[in-house]
């Protein structure tokens, strides 16, 4: 698919705003994203992620220790990190992953990502999933008081675990 913006290259990233119920769609290549700055008039993605930085306290001055810290992969600081409101690598998530959890949580809901994985490409995640969603109903009838259906869900949790253990679901 093409850029919607100039039309030339190939459309690399895809921005979505969901208003009143109406979705829109825009699909830029890399060049035409980097310039743009939303749907919004007026919104800045960096300045956004660095007030979410400053009201996590993360605007405030950092430890020498953590402010010497850098990612072995790309070279990033907290301090490129806050000034940017660019994360630099995937290493960064695991080296900030203090710095960077508060953020995350406000901003997601939760320090890990809980979005949507491929069945077929990650499939020890989609069986920790499903022990999660089973947890939570065993817990859920048990609270209840039903016991049979605990039980149900307790040999459901217990075959999923046992199935993880072997090394079937990596």
């Known amino acids: 698919m093409l850029c919607d913006k100039c039309g030339q290259n190939e459309a690399t990233v895809k921005f979505v705003q969901i208003e009143n119920n109406m979705k829109t ?49 790309c070279g990033r600081s907290i301090a490129d990190i806050q000034k940017t409101g660019r994360i630099g690598c995937s290493s960064c998530y695991e080296i900030f992953r203090e710095e960077l959890n508060p953020v995350l949580r406000r901003l997601h809901g939760s320090g890990s990502h809980t979005g949507k994985v491929p069945a077929r490409a990650f499939p020890k995640v989609h069986v920790e999933r499903q022990m999660e969603e089973l ?33 079937e679901a990596q």
């Open 25 to 73: 769609e825009l699909h830029l290549c890399r060049d035409c994203a980097q310039g743009y700055t939303g749907f919004t008039p007026g919104f800045n993605l960096q300045q956004l992620l660095s007030s979410m930085f400053q009201s996590a306290g993360l605007g405030q001055k950092v430890a020498p220790s953590v402010a010497a810290k850098r990612c072995p992969i």
């Open 135 to 167: 947890r939570r109903r065993l817990e859920e009838c048990v609270r209840l008081e039903k016991y049979e259906e605990a039980a149900k869900y307790r040999d459901e949790l217990r075959l999923l675990q046992k199935q993880l253990a072997g090394g």
